[in-house]
DNA sequence: GAATCACCCCAAAGCGCTTTGGATGGCGCA
DNA sequence: TGCGCCATCCAAAGCGCTTTGGGGTGATTC
């Protein structure tokens, strides 16, 4: 069923059924109405392409995921992201692309993004402290928001994040104020800008206090189960072991706990940890009583509020680029208590 | 930059210049070499939408993924399908577009994406024992592959799942053959169709050794963190405690592990589990010995060949539906040794 | 009774591509 | 010389929609 054919059972001009659809005023309620339940009823739906091509509009947002030949990527916390935009698209008649690119090709793809008409703008992940994607999409001219942010970046740029160094400054003063002194972080890829914040929080709040950034307590590297454990046995395996961990995120916890049950020490007694939680669908942190003590920010809502971001930037093209950080929280569970008394 | 500018630039025709970069015999070499660096000088591509108006074909294909407003979906396994299917896609030069939709508008959503033509054909994730979207994919039209299969269903359609009865009951006579009797089950949502089977596969292990199925071992339930460790805690209460577990995912094997280690217990020696393990990328079960004896089976690699089904049946529409079963590795790992002498 | 005005509606152009159905010219061959 | 035949290229139609630039009609105003 197209518009021709459904404007001839009509008996109405094409003209007519496309105003009386897209809600233009030159129609009547009566005629409009008429068109409606005709529509429904043989299930007319405009074809996209066609749409986009008379309107110039591809009603599309594009999501570019790097794929390094590693198979770091896709991790963990995109599901939920996307579930978040996809929701935000869906209210608003947008449908979503994904696009797997790898790394380096970002701008090539760019490009062909814009000029295929694929779709209206982009969002960028996984940020990196110093990220060339953000020149290239102002020089190809494609509408995008960050998720995240690019620290070396000067010119200004859409973004949201979470406020990841303040997070890990509080979780660090919490550790700091349960008498911890010997406290270690387990981090993400530290060229990511989440993760050197994160670090920047830490280093901070550990000299806010006088006490040293010791280099053997901070690991970094992609965040997954081993890293967690790899890490934190070895830490405590070291003449002077930690007595706290700052992990990066909940899987990494999850290792970190893992080496403290095999070192035979108990977590939350013995050993205090601290994660980031994204609050990710199925990854929960507990049920009433978190599990894990954690700076907590649903990385599902954030997708929801990158996309509506992005929609309005769209809809407003020439407005400054807005911005958004939002803080965590940190939130009590288990993992937490005073630093064991010296044996 | 478009055709028409570019073939007024190179005095050809729109004709030829179409031709020329599409690889069509009437025009010759030459002609054909300088088309082609003129388009890349001057980084043209086809307008996506122009081009599937004129062919008919959206070069495109969808997943709709079922949300319901519980939480529950996007589920870990999703990021690397995708990121599997997306590889074929990007070679094969189709976009892949995202649909979350509501549970029970899936209908609506099938109905729509074909008559506005946004794509030319799509996968269906996480079909249940009883799934309709089967029929109403057939009904509407639209080319599809299932991940998974959907046992109740008598017409013949395209699918590739894992034998996951054949996974669960190998794991099941594993833990037999190491002496355990009491083995308990943490599954899935029991109306999914892999759960069922999976379900299916532990009975019959037992069955097979005249062994009851009791009842009181197995859970069921969203495959999460939590789910482990409850369901564990709970029947490592019991007065009658198992002494192995089959867990239904990497994550609820987890929460098992917490159980266990709770219970002040050793894993692989007070109590065994096997898990299956969907090679995530981002939770690896281990390095060279995994960490959980496992049923494995790449969910990537899964996402790679269901791509490239869907691409082949798009391309010999009249063909019978293609299906493919993975058998899965059971990989031995330290979860799991022999049944604990009673005490 | 003519002029004016809403109100509804329409024909046709145009979005950027593919593809049909020729045109054109050069070459070999009898 | 004249014919047929490739090889190469082109003009124009068409894909399904939106949107411009008009009408026509009946009611209202003077």
Same mark, same amino acid.
């Given at each position: 069923?197209? !518009?021709?054919?459904?404007?001839?059972?009509? %008996?109405?001009?094409?003209t007519?059924?496309?105003?009386?659809?897209?809600?233009?005023?030159? $129609?009547?309620?009566?005629? @409009?109405?008429? /068109?409606? #339940?005709?529509?429904?009823?043989?299930?007319?739906?405009?074809?996209?392409r066609?749409?986009?091509?008379?309107? %110039?509009?591809?009603?599309?947002?594009?999501? $570019?995921?790097?794929?390094?030949?590693?198979?770091?990527?896709?991790?963990?916390?995109?599901?939920?992201?996307?579930?978040?935009?996809?929701e935000?698209?869906?209210?608003?008649?947008?449908?979503?692309?994904?696009?797997?690119?790898?790394?380096?090709?970002?701008?090539?793809?760019?490009?062909?993004?814009?000029?295929?008409?694929?779709?209206?703008?982009?969002?960028?992940?996984?940020?990196?402290?110093?990220?060339? @994607?953000?020149?290239?999409?102002?020089?190809? %001219?494609?509408?995008?928001?960050?998720?995240?942010?690019?620290?070396a970046?000067?010119?200004?740029y859409?973004?949201?994040?979470?406020?990841?160094?303040?997070?890990f400054?509080?979780?660090?003063?919490?550790?700091?104020?349960?008498?911890?002194?010997?406290?270690?972080?387990?981090?993400? !890829?530290?060229?990511?800008?989440f993760?050197?914040?994160?670090?920047?929080g830490?280093?901070?709040?550990?000299?806010?206090?006088?006490?040293?950034?010791?280099?053997?307590?901070?690991?970094s590297?992609?965040?997954?189960?081993?890293? %967690?454990?790899?890490?934190?046995?070895?830490?405590?395996?070291?003449?002077?072991?930690?007595?706290?961990?700052?992990?990066?995120?909940?899987?990494?916890?999850?290792?970190v @706990?893992?080496?403290?049950?095999?070192?035979?020490?108990?977590?939350?007694r013995?050993?205090?940890?601290?994660?980031?939680?994204?609050?990710?669908?199925?990854?929960?942190?507990?049920? #009433?009583?978190p599990?894990?003590?954690?700076?907590?920010s649903? /990385? @599902?809502?954030?997708?929801?509020v990158?996309?509506?971001m992005?929609l309005?930037?769209?809809?407003t093209?020439? #407005?400054?680029?807005?911005?958004?950080?939002l803080?965590?929280?940190?939130? !009590?569970?288990?993992?937490?208590?005073?630093?064991?008394t010296?044996?």
């Open positions: 069923m197209n !518009l021709k054919e459904l404007s001839a059972i009509l %008996g109405l001009s094409q007519t059924v496309s105003r009386a659809l897209n809600g233009y005023p030159e $129609v009547s309620e009566a005629t @409009r109405k008429r /068109v409606a #339940e005709a529509a429904e009823r043989h299930n007319y739906s405009p074809n996209t066609a749409k986009g091509l008379a309107t %110039g509009r591809a009603m599309a947002i594009g999501h $570019v995921i790097p794929t390094s030949n590693r198979h770091e990527m896709v991790n963990p916390v995109f599901g939920d992201f996307i579930s978040g935009a996809g935000t698209y869906a209210q608003n008649g947008y449908e979503m692309v994904l696009s797997l690119v790898e790394d380096g090709q970002e701008e090539r793809t760019y490009r062909e993004l814009k000029a295929k008409g694929t779709v209206d703008g982009l969002i960028v992940h996984g940020p990196k402290s110093s990220d060339p @994607r953000i020149h290239q999409l102002h020089k190809v %001219g494609l509408p995008f928001v960050v998720h995240g942010r690019v620290s970046e000067r010119k200004p859409s973004w949201l994040d979470v406020n990841n160094r303040s997070a400054q509080r979780a660090t003063d919490l550790l700091l104020d349960l008498g911890h002194r010997r406290i270690a972080l387990v981090n993400g !890829l530290e060229h990511m800008d993760a050197a914040r994160r670090r920047g830490y280093v901070d709040a550990l000299t806010a206090r006088k006490l040293p950034a010791d280099p053997d307590l901070m690991r590297g992609e965040m997954t189960e081993l890293l %967690g454990f790899d890490s934190a046995s070895q830490m405590l395996a070291s003449p002077n072991p930690p007595t706290a961990f700052l992990a990066s995120s909940m899987i990494v916890a999850i290792g @706990r893992r080496a403290i049950h095999d070192a035979g020490l108990t977590m939350g013995d050993v205090s940890v601290i994660t980031h939680d994204d609050d990710l669908s199925y990854l929960r942190n507990g049920d #009433e009583v599990i894990f003590t954690a700076t907590r649903s /990385v @599902r809502a954030a997708g929801r990158v996309a509506q992005l309005d930037q769209i809809a093209p020439f #407005e400054t680029p807005k911005t958004q950080l803080e965590a929280q940190l939130v !009590l569970g288990q993992s937490t208590g005073p630093a064991p010296s044996h």
